[in-house]
């Protein structure tokens, strides 16, 4: 598609940050290249800050717009009037597509054009294509990501130099792997945006970002990571998105995994992940996290993929209930008084609750000792209503705490 | 495309093996799924086997021919009078591929059709569509391969428990994962194929089986999977495809891999693919090697990605020529006379040769003693060379032995 028939395909982009600075160099050095693909020469028309150029005269010359703002507004406003103006969009906004995604593919069924994405999920890991096209054949049942760099940097450090997590942090912010403020990556937020994304695009249901439950890495500790070394597990910030009966659940949180578990080996500032399903088993993609090449490279792909029209009709959407209460096996740590009769008492108020123990390893410390269980897969309300019965006992020494467990299937 | 007009789009598939059978049922069970994808509803058309169906009749009444005959004729004809009667043709034939490609692309493009092959280089792991369209916007520099499923399980059974080849190999037969004649695939043939079809994908140059030099696995023993142990190395069968200057280098080889390399992990039947670019570092995608579902699975992705027309243009040939000789590390296995004189004589030849050693392990074993050293990368000609000439010193007990050792470069 080329509004001016001169065998220019004209690229319009929003935003001047590290990637759309990136895109621009990418766009002139590949573009012989991609016009032996297409047929077509890439050629950047016009890129609108904060300080130049303005969003219509772009949009006027432009047979494809790039948002790479960023956050809801201007961003929404600007694709919504891309779209509707007959534009294709390519988008690296996990924020604008994770909370408005069903209007932005309302919008572009309606227009009839392509909207693309894969630079808003795992950088150059190609999971969005992959997943529309690839596994097009496949009933999907589960999706593990590791879907945020900083939080597997951060946590890989921690188990390489048994470092705390405050210190891993300010090394990933030395390196640029984390902002000043890492809220958005270290409380799982930046992770939830990206699984309420593939969540849409493996089972074809609208997910939004505020049904994902999501916890953060902060309160990991070096006694976790020695736990982790001991028995050989990977401690991951890991993303599900996993179908339960007619249901789906969706969710982000630290998990030890299985030394045979294909993420558990991802690690440093990469993206990684796992597609289950009944017909191939399981695949798994990893790759560098997003950074402003990274990325880039992932938008000019979706940039090459919309100048082959047409685009595929979108798939109708099946509304799935959004399932909160899921089965995990679970870590819980507990500091206790070295007295007799606490093992029997946790023990208890676990069986009361149906969550079975795997393991146990206690510890004393003079006069209190740290007691460490691993459970079989439980209904985790189940689990959190016991811990916080445990939590209640009057031998407890500290709040108890909880990380998930993954084991590999296969 | 559906020659009807009846939104019914008919697949014919020729050949009733394990993956025809398994694409068969696949096609039914998800008609649904893909009508929602592409608009037209799947249906089988007619399957030709040995005893039943007739191929020109088929051929009528289809819109797409899957070939899954293997072997060159009658698959060859078949393909290409397929395509010359306007038909999408996907295949999983990788002989045909890298021995016929020219003539079948050529066949392709002229006849206006698509040709897709995702089923015959790495069962479900989608690296011909990455390659083909996320990798469109990056110049690719090296491609490594675990694209042999048997081997890799063989390899994988001799580490984890100290077994030898044959008794690997047994394993593998009586698990279905080996052939009772294994040749092809322990010869290291089969992976050179599929990296003769990944070599062309991710240069765009044309490839042939013929070009590319291949090593299998029968004198892997256990010795050097007690040494790969000792080094947290892993020992695979490796597949290197990689611009060299202004060539092209394909090569399959047993390889020692460095703990960090993304291969490294990989156990078991699975086949796995690294993509190096100066854009994006490297990713890697891996999953369960060829079975009939997964590659049943892979073949179903490509006929849904058919239906949804146009093919993309085909991307111009490029001519590279083909380099034979490559820089490589080596490990070098000796066993000497146990007498003064022996390390200077080796060390000696090495010199002489211009290949520089890494680190060297001796262990004496009453009157003779094992040499083991590792090289920096030099030249194959002048390693093996050096080695040539370091067989013939008169303090050589057995003849000297070398496998390939790949650094991680991240």
Known sequence: MSSSGDGVFRIGILG??????????????????????????????????????VFEEILERSDLIVELIGGIEPARTYVLAAMRAGRHVVTANKQLLSQYGEELFAAAGEAGVQLRFEGAVAGVVPVVRVLQESLAGARIDRVHGIVNGTTNFILSEMARLGITYEDALAQAQRLGYAEADPSDDVDGRDAAAKMAILARLAFGAPVVLDQVRYDGIRQITQQDMEYARELGLGLKL????????????????????????????????????????????????????????????????????AMIPPASPPEEMVVM??????????????????????????????????????????????????????????????????????????????????????????
């Open 16 to 53: 001047r940050g590290n990637v759309g600075g990136a895109l621009a160099v990418l766009v002139e050095e590949h573009s012989e290249r991609v016009q032996r693909i297409t047929g077509m020469r890439p050629e950047v028309s016009g890129v609108l800050s904060r300080g130049s150029g």
């Open 238 to 305: 890991i993303g599900t998105a996993e179908r339960i009966g007619d249901g789906l659940s969706v969710r982000v949180h630290p998990a030890f995994l299985s030394p045979g578990h294909p993420l558990a080996s991802i690690n440093g500032p990469f993206n990684a992940v796992t597609v289950e399903s009944p017909e191939i088993t399981e695949i798994t993609m990893s790759g560098p996290g997003a950074g402003g090449p990274q990325t880039a490279t992932a938008v000019l792909g979706d940039v090459v993929s």
């Open 321 to 410: 209930p959004i399932i909160t209460d899921v089965m995990s096996g679970f870590y819980l740590h507990l500091e206790v008084a070295d007295e007799p009769g606490v093992l029997a008492s946790v023990a208890r108020v676990l069986a009361e609750h149906a969550v079975s123990v795997k393991s146990v390893v206690q510890k004393g410390m003079s006069d209190q000792a740290r007691l460490v269980m691993v459970t079989h897969p439980v209904l985790e309300s189940l689990f959190f209503a016991a811990m916080d019965e445990i939590g209640e006992l009057s031998v407890m020494r500290k709040p108890p705490r909880a990380i998930r467990v993954i084991e590999e299937e296969f």
